[in-house]
């Protein structure tokens, strides 16, 4: 096995000095073994690889051979490391280098990917962290950040594993959404945005006004996200509520506010009393107002089983001959389910999303949760009430079945 291994090095010390031109690559590391320099002899292999990597000869970079050979080395210097109880810092350092460039893109994941993996998951911990973060930057620097979709679905249940600091979670949430950000994924980025802000709840003044940058975009996303509808999470949010005592983002929290919970009217009113503010902030008009109008159709939907057409139209300020196209538009995007009665001139609402969900609401979810739970226990007290009539007329049939059929 030993022997094998020593072949593989060597194959490996060979194609790294021809393609890096680093002549004198193989006589040092051998001296290096000699000496039993481990550290020194693995140090000189990452550098060798990173330079393969990220300055390959002009004829290779689209060269299959050549990718697959950079990635035997990959494995062969993994191997060396972690057989010679090499200090794990060498991984860092080689992910760290990978995401500067991007030439053979997937096999750079592939390798972050690999560095990653090798660490077990409960040792090592701010290692294992740190390369989480270094595999989310190349994957955003080489444009495969959804090959990452389950590793970010599980991120919580890593944290727990890691068990990092408060500064550590954000260096994660904040990694993820400014990856995210730079690949044009503005609902993954929208979410954890949110995550990282939550994590300074409780701070004070001077941490919040620090990451007043953050808090604003938080907001301008939530309004700007044309499939976003329930957002009032971010009203819980330490760094969103101090908005609305500064004097330059005030307007900003009261224009959210109108998003969370409010209807159209009180959004026109606010565009027509701010509409300097409103332009110099880069919001789109138009888009505003149609995500207002699903919003406005929504909240109806929740304070009535049936909307009359009358009601609808004027709320959401349009012809009533084209509340079809809106109410066709919010079942598509399931913000309700619905059912037009063109002779009754009524929406029918089956089901509505409830935008904001308050102390209120839940007092009226509990007294629902009462009727359907009296309705059911009636339902239980006729059942067996039946039941209780049929069961002699039953006993009999089944006795006289048994006597019959010995």
């Known amino acids: 096995m030993e022997e094998e ?8 010390i060979q194609f790294l000095e021809t393609h890096t031109q680093q002549q004198q ?10 000496q039993k320099e481990w550290e020194k002899t693995a140090s000189l292999l990452v550098d060798a690889l990173i330079a393969a990597f990220n300055d390959p000869p002009p ?14 080395c990959v494995q062969v210097i993994l191997n060396f490391i972690f057989s010679n109880q090499v200090d794990k810092h060498q991984l860092i350092l080689l ?8 030439p053979f893109g997937p096999l750079r994941l592939r390798t972050v990917t690999r560095l990653y993996n090798a660490l077990p998951e409960t040792k090592e911990t701010l290692q294992k962290l740190d390369l ?16 990452l979709a389950p590793a970010f679905s599980r991120i919580e249940g890593f944290l727990d594993i890691w068990s990092p600091s408060k500064q550590d979670r954000r260096r994660v949430y904040q990694t993820i959404t400014e990856a995210f950000d730079e690949t044009n994924h503005q609902a993954q ?7 990282l802000l939550e994590t300074f709840n409780g701070e004070n003044e001077d941490m919040l006004s620090s990451i007043e940058p953050y808090a604003v975009k938080a907001c301008k996303e939530a309004i700007r996200q044309p499939k976003l509808f329930r957002f009032d999470e971010l009203l819980d949010l330490d760094a969103i509520q101090r908005l609305k005592n500064t004097k330059e983002h005030a307007l900003l929290f009261e ?5 969370v919970s409010d209807k159209l009217e009180a959004f026109v009113d606010y565009v027509a009393r701010n509409r300097e503010y409103f332009d110099r902030a880069g919001f789109d008009y138009e888009a505003c107002l149609n995500k207002m109008r699903l919003l406005s159709l929504a909240s109806l939907g929740v304070e009535h089983s049936e909307i009359p057409y009358a009601l609808a139209a004027n709320t959401l300020q349009i012809e009533q001959d084209m509340l079809e196209h809106w109410v066709i538009e919010a079942v598509r995007l399931g913000l309700m389910e619905a059912k037009i009665d063109q002779m009754s001139q009524v929406i029918r609402v089956i089901r509505a999303s409830q935008r904001v969900f308050v102390k209120e609401h839940w007092h009226s979810l509990q007294k629902r949760l009462q009727v359907c739970r009296s309705n059911v226990s009636q339902l239980i007290a006729t059942i067996d009430q039946v039941r209780q009539q049929h069961l002699p007329a039953v006993s009999s049939s089944s006795s006289s079945s048994l006597l019959t059929n010995p």
């Open 5 to 12: 291994e020593d072949v593989a090095l060597a194959a490996c």
């Open 25 to 34: 690559l193989g006589t040092e590391i051998r001296k290096l073994l000699d």
């Open 59 to 72: 004829e290779k970079r689209d060269d299959i051979n050549y990718e697959e050979s950079l990635e035997g």
């Open 95 to 102: 992910a760290q280098q990978l995401r500067q460039s991007e």
């Open 132 to 147: 989480f973060i270094l595999t989310v930057q190349v994957a955003s620097k080489v444009n495969m950040l959804q090959a």
């Open 189 to 195: 980025a929208f979410e954890f945005h949110v995550k």
């Open 255 to 259: 224009l959210l506010q109108i998003f």
